[in-house]
């Protein structure tokens, strides 16, 4: 009878772009008993043993009648209502019904008992707008193993995904303190480790009660959890059977009964107009979002005016390595060589924030990960001159502030910014001044100060030296730390010569070669080309032959 049984009753988790009203399952649930056995075994008997006829009928007749209400089949769809037998007894007085949807199932009970009745005896549902939903869990679940135990995370989610049902004030006033808990407890990752999102659920459940007894509370039993969020996702628990054995349910008690239940997707598929239909209308909400953005962008790209080249920097100054004290912090600033501008409001300077160091391997590192991003323009004065003169320096600056606020200077460097574009990755090695004495290094380490530049821009050779050679003599420095540059180069530019000063340089070319307009082909080109050689040469031979030798030897003479 039941030697096989599906043990594998985990939920499972379902993605689906169509709506969950569509969903319908077909669930049964089968008792499995010595009485359904006997059943079988006198319909086997019948079948064998015509000749006996009619005692044999009426005994299978009345075991039939008997195990009638031992299986039954049921379709249900998403958020379904069927009534149980304990409900029904419930709301049948109208005043036992408080609120408006105990009212609204009053109303539907009495007239379903005036008309067909319930089409369910055992199956029956709890939807996401019952109150018998919240209590989740506290009803027995047959289906799931023994061994199985609710989780933290699972009894503190019971009382978040209803949240709808049970509506609290929300106090919109936000702490003034201890925003972030930089050393949460135990306890508080355990209390605060809830997923908040908003589900609706719905129970399938079974009375297992004794044929004749229904309606007692003690007695149902969870069969299916199903739950949707937002999203399309769709858990239920425990999965459609799809062709394995039937789920084992067994009740508890002195007869402890077993029973079968089967749970199968029956929801229709979408017929092909429909899907067409579908396909095209996502077809044109794509098309009409792709033209709301388009409308958001226009249609013109961007073009800096002619002769202008435009440089976009989008950086990151991603860590730093190798330097004496913790705490560390990055001022920065991009000087502009000449020709160079950029926007009014446009900032070319900042400050990072400060960062702990970590130590990996052999070097403490402070990740940084502070963006930056700057804009700035380039104008060719002489229209020569074929390379660019300059590029753009970033300079920077690391320091150290610790606890008792003592300021130290780590180290200064500088950056060029690449002239290809695309990305890069950079390593900038640092030095700080270095002054002689031991005063000076007692005093960096007990209150801080150290010497420092009045100028950044005297870290390489500045844009506004004008000698032949800098001399930094008597200078001592250290070598310090390292700190690493990501970079998103854009260099944007037309050509330095517009179309109508190119369109003025051709019609004078054309009209040299022979008065032609401009939509002349290429062989009238050479035709006027060869009028003019032919006109060239009928000059020369015109002309006297003394003049032509005279001008010959005065030619290889300024040769020699």
Not at 285 to 299: A, E, F, I, P, T
């Amino acid at each position: 009878m039941a030697d096989g049984w599906s043990t594998d009753t985990g939920e499972a988790v379902y993605r689906s772009r169509d709506a969950v009203k569509n969903l319908t399952m077909k669930i049964r649930i089968q008792r499995v008993t010595s009485t359904a056995a006997l059943s079988q075994h006198l319909q086997q008997q019948v079948w064998t043993q015509q000749e006996r006829g009619g005692i044999e009928l009426d005994t299978l007749n009345s075991q039939s009648q008997s195990a009638g209400d031992d299986d039954e089949e049921l379709v249900v769809g998403w958020q379904e209502k069927l009534f149980s037998q304990y409900e029904v007894d419930l709301f049948q007085s109208e005043s036992v019904c408080q609120t408006p949807l105990e009212r609204q199932y009053h109303t539907e009970i009495m007239a379903q008992e005036r008309t067909r009745g319930r089409r369910n005896r055992r199956i029956f549902t709890y939807t996401d707008f019952d109150r018998f939903t919240n209590w989740e869990g506290h009803s027995q679940s047959m289906v799931t193993q023994v061994k199985s135990n609710p989780t933290f995370l699972a009894e503190r989610m019971a009382n978040v995904r209803h949240r709808r049902q049970d509506r609290r004030p929300v106090d919109s006033t936000i702490p003034k303190s201890r925003l972030i808990t930089w050393e949460p407890s135990e306890d508080f990752v355990k209390t605060s480790h809830v997923v908040n999102t908003p589900v609706q659920t719905m129970h399938i459940m079974g009375d297992l009660g004794p044929p004749g007894k229904l309606g007692q509370k003690e007695k149902e039993c969870l069969l299916c959890t199903i739950r949707a969020d937002g999203n399309g996702v769709v858990t239920i628990k425990p999965d459609f059977n799809k062709g394995k054995e039937p789920y084992r349910v067994e009740t508890e008690g002195e007869k402890r009964e077993v029973w079968r239940l089967t749970l199968e997707n029956v929801s229709e598929g979408i017929r092909p107009e429909e899907k067409e239909r579908e396909q095209r209308m996502y077809k044109d909400l794509y098309v009409r979002h792709k033209d709301y953005l388009n409308s958001l962008v226009g249609q013109d790209f961007e073009m800096p005016p002619p002769g202008i080249l435009r440089l976009l920097v989008n950086g990151e100054i991603d860590s730093a390595k190798g330097f004496e004290y913790d705490n560390l912090y990055v001022h920065f600033f991009l000087e502009l060589p000449h020709n160079w501008s950029t926007l009014p409001f446009h900032s070319l300077s900042g400050v990072t924030q400060t960062c702990r160091t970590k130590t990996i391997g052999k070097d403490d590192v402070a990740f940084f990960s502070y963006p930056f991003s700057f804009e700035s323009f380039f104008r060719r004065e002489d229209e020569t001159e074929e390379s660019l003169p300059q590029w753009p320096v970033l300079y920077f600056k690391v320091l150290s502030l610790d606890f008792w606020q003592r300021y130290r200077n780590e180290g200064y460097g500088y950056l060029v910014i690449p002239s290809t574009p695309g990305k890069h990755t950079i390593t900038c090695h640092t030095w700080r001044p270095l002054q002689t004495g031991t005063v000076s290094e007692l005093r960096r380490f007990f209150i801080g100060g150290s010497p420092e530049l009045e100028d950044y821009s005297y870290v390489r050779v500045p844009g506004t030296f004008k000698g032949e050679r800098l001399s930094r003599f008597g200078f001592r420095t250290q070598t310090t730390g390292s700190v690493t540059f990501n970079l998103h180069c854009i260099q944007h530019a037309r050509a330095f010569v517009d179309a109508s000063t190119l369109k003025k340089r051709r019609q004078s070319v054309l009209d040299q070669l022979g008065g032609f307009s401009q939509q002349g082909s290429v062989y009238n080109v050479l035709e006027a080309f060869q009028r003019a050689r032919r006109r060239m040469q009928e000059a020369r031979e015109s002309l006297p032959r003394d003049l032509i030798n005279t001008t010959a030897q005065q030619n290889s003479e300024s040769t020699a």
